[in-house]
Each structure stands twice: as structure tokens, then as C-alpha cells.
């Protein structure tokens, strides 16, 4: 069985679509799909009731971020593999049974990620490396574009080839199959909830890469997505928590005496970007 984990918050005409667009796409494998809403002040919850009886609906009361409300999923699934899926999406056909064929491919692999397609038909940059102070440093002064296959350009991959399957070690959480075993294996709910809504997917990658799994991009597992509509309404916000929980991943896996002036440099872009200085997620 597959088990589909969206974590939904006021996007419910697109959750309507993304949600129409799971039956039928996984070769005759069972699917389940869980959705927890997020305190949605738009009528989601009510849509999904009406619209999708078939979904299972859970309502936490309150707006638990996508950490927290992709564990409380990830717990009321039973699937052998789990997608994590973002709900301003729509599966391709065969997307979730392309999915299976390239985990039998690749028996190594312990999560994938999808090609994703936006609106306007062109391929989105959705694979990164881990972050590292080199490679921020390297973004910071431009490095990274300079030297796209060196070190410095380890976090972004300037370099990388969407057209090729291959190894991604950091594919984004927009679409993010799993192995459902390899998450058993970190004895513990999968999403550390110090990362509210960013950054969660990736400790999570790089704690499973830590254990020996790897994440692959598979360019025939394709998506529509329509990009951030959940955070784009509250941009700012959003800004601050993303720089946020860049520092807490840097300061979690790779503390150094040089990330103070990291930090500094960091937040200078975010007050710079959000024009301004905002609180972030506040559950």
C-alpha cells in the first residue's frame, strides 16, 4: 500500500485538484490518502468531507506546521511506502506507479524525488545538496555560480541535470516518496518539529543519509506544481522562518565557531528580502 500525507493549510480549491488527482494513478496498488488540515480558515476541511469521503481527515484544532502535522500523518498511515505530498500539486498519470518502478530500480534508494513542472511548463530547480558553510558562503558571494561543480556550489547544484536519473541529496519536500522501512529505522516520528515548516525534509534526508539510504531524482515521476501557495500568504513570515531554520539545521548538524558571523550575514539578506524583521511560523 501506498500512503499519500498532505498537510494542508487554506489551499482548498487546490487541495480539491491534487486530491482528484491520486485515484487511479498507482497500477492497481492500494492507496490511502491522509490529510491534516491545519486549522483552514477556507472551508477545507468541509471540501474534503463533501468532495472526498474516501480521504481520511484529520483536524489537529490548530495550525501544527508541516513538521508536526506530516508526523501526526505519518502515524495513522499503514503503507509500505509513503509520499509526502504538498497540496498545490497534481499527480501526472502513472506517477505514483512510476514511483514503485524506480524504487524496484534502485533497491538502494530509500526516498525519490519527482520532476516538477510548473504552471508556466518549464522544469523547476527542486534538488539541492546539503547545507554546509562553504556552500552558503559560496552563495553569499557568488561563488557557487562561478565554480557551479565545486564545493562552493554544493548547496544550490547549479550544475544539476534534470534531465537524468541519478543520485539527489536533497530532493525537495514538495513530492518526497519514501520507504516506509527506512523511516521505521530512525525510531522515532520521522519530522523533527524544531523545523515547523522549513528545512524539516531536509534533516530528515540527512538524517536517513547519515544511516547509509539515499535519496534519488527520477525525471519520469513527474508533477504539476504550482509553488508556495500555502506560504505565500504570509511571505514575510515565511522569509524569517526559512533563514531561521537554515541556522537551527547548520547549528543542529555542523556547529562551528564561524556560524555567529554566518548568522549575521544570513539574517542581514532576510531583513533585507522580507524588508523587515517578522517573528516567523507561530504555531
Known amino acids: 500500500m501506498i500512503s499519500v500525507l498532505i498537510v494542508n493549510?487554506?489551499?482548498?480549491?487546490?487541495?480539491?485538484?491534487?486530491?482528484?488527482?491520486?485515484p487511479g494513478n498507482s497500477g492497481g496498488h492500494d492507496v490511502e490518502v491522509i490529510v491534516v488540515d491545519n486549522a483552514s480558515h477556507d472551508g477545507s476541511a468541509e471540501m474534503v468531507r463533501e468532495r472526498h469521503p474516501h480521504v481520511k481527515l484529520i483536524e489537529p484544532g490548530s495550525n501544527t506546521g508541516y513538521a508536526r502535522g506530516n508526523n501526526l500523518a505519518f502515524a495513522a498511515?499503514?503503507?509500505?511506502?509513503?509520499?509526502?505530498?504538498?497540496?498545490?500539486?497534481?499527480?501526472?498519470?502513472?506517477?505514483?506507479?512510476?514511483?514503485?518502478k524506480a524504487m524496484d530500480r534502485h533497491p538502494e534508494a530509500v526516498a525519490l524525488g519527482a520532476c516538477q513542472i510548473g504552471t508556466d511548463g518549464l522544469i523547476q530547480r527542486s534538488v539541492r545538496g546539503f547545507p554546509s558553510l562553504r556552500g552558503i558562503l559560496g552563495e553569499l558571494t557568488g561563488l557557487a555560480r562561478a565554480y557551479p561543480?565545486?564545493?562552493?556550489?554544493?548547496?544550490?547544484?547549479?550544475?544539476?541535470?534534470?534531465?537524468?536519473?541519478?543520485?539527489?541529496?536533497?530532493?525537495?519536500?514538495?513530492?518526497?516518496?519514501?520507504?516506509?522501512?527506512?523511516?521505521?529505522?530512525?525510531?522515532?516520528?520521522?519530522?523533527?518539529?524544531q523545523f515547523p515548516i522549513f528545512f524539516n525534509?531536509?534533516?530528515?534526508?540527512?538524517?536517513?543519509?547519515?544511516?547509509?539510504?539515499?535519496?534519488?531524482?527520477?525525471?519520469?515521476?513527474?508533477?504539476?506544481?504550482?509553488?508556495?501557495?500555502?506560504?505565500?500568504?504570509?511571505?514575510?513570515?515565511?522569509?524569517?522562518?526559512?533563514?531561521?531554520?537554515?541556522?537551527?539545521?547548520?547549528?543542529?548538524?555542523?556547529?562551528?565557531p564561524l556560524l555567529p558571523l554566518?548568522?549575521?550575514?544570513?539574517?542581514?539578506?532576510?531583513?533585507?528580502?522580507?524588508?523587515?524583521?517578522?517573528a516567523g511560523f507561530r504555531p
Open 9 to 22: 493549510w487554506n489551499t482548498r480549491d487546490l487541495l480539491d485538484v491534487c486530491l482528484k488527482s491520486i
Open 77 to 100: 498511515s499503514s503503507g509500505g511506502y509513503v509520499l509526502t505530498l504538498n497540496p498545490d500539486t497534481e499527480l501526472e498519470p502513472e506517477t505514483l506507479e512510476e514511483s514503485l
Open 149 to 193: 561543480k565545486s564545493a562552493w556550489g554544493a548547496y544550490q547544484l547549479p550544475a544539476f541535470d534534470y534531465s537524468v536519473e541519478q543520485p539527489a541529496p536533497q530532493p525537495m519536500g514538495t513530492f518526497l516518496f519514501f520507504r516506509r522501512s527506512a523511516l521505521d529505522q530512525l525510531q522515532s516520528p520521522p519530522y523533527d518539529e
Open 201 to 256: 525534509e531536509v534533516d530528515l534526508l540527512y538524517r536517513l543519509s547519515k544511516q547509509g539510504g539515499q535519496a534519488w531524482y527520477v525525471p519520469s515521476v513527474r508533477i504539476l506544481h504550482h509553488g508556495g501557495e500555502g506560504t505565500r500568504q504570509v511571505r514575510m513570515a515565511m522569509i524569517w522562518e526559512s533563514h531561521r531554520s537554515l541556522m537551527r539545521f547548520l547549528e543542529k548538524h555542523h556547529p562551528s
Open 262 to 278: 554566518l548568522k549575521l550575514l544570513v539574517y542581514a539578506g532576510a531583513c533585507l528580502r522580507a524588508r523587515g524583521v517578522y
